[in-house]
């Protein structure tokens, strides 16, 4: 079973950065597909950008050009880099994996980003 666990979230000013990290576990961590998602208040779940076992990354628009995925695989660990936040980035960020290719089977539990006006 995969366990993912997400950190680095926090109370942040708009134009400020954070970097959120995601720790993995999983005999086969290299391979899998890893996404971040996220779900502000009243609103569906996101995709927000994902990254492959070659590290080729994928972004929505909303967060294109601020957001950066990279992955350590020898560490386990998937990050969330955001910079430039405004308001209406504030929500639950969830770290997802795909371990088959057909689905996000496993989520994390999330953290809170907070970007204030």
């Known amino acids: 079973q995969v366990q993912l666990v997400e950190s680095g979230g926090g109370l942040v000013q708009a134009g400020d950065s954070l970097r959120l990290s995601c720790a993995a576990s999983?005999?086969?961590?290299?391979?899998?597909?890893m996404a971040w998602f996220r779900q502000a208040p009243g609103k569906e779940r996101e995709f927000v950008g994902r990254?492959?076992?070659?590290?080729?990354?994928y972004y929505a628009d909303s967060v294109k050009g601020r957001f950066t995925i990279s992955r350590d695989n020898a560490k386990k660990m998937v990050y969330l880099q955001m910079n430039s936040l405004k308001p209406e980035d504030t929500a639950v960020y969830y770290c997802?994996?795909?371990?088959?290719?057909?689905?996000?089977?496993?989520w994390g539990q999330g953290t809170q980003v907070t970007v204030s006006s």
């Open positions: 990254i492959t076992w070659s590290r080729t990354t």
């Open positions: 999983g005999r086969s961590f290299s391979t899998y597909m």
């Open positions: 997802a994996a795909d371990t088959n290719g057909d689905a996000y089977d496993y």
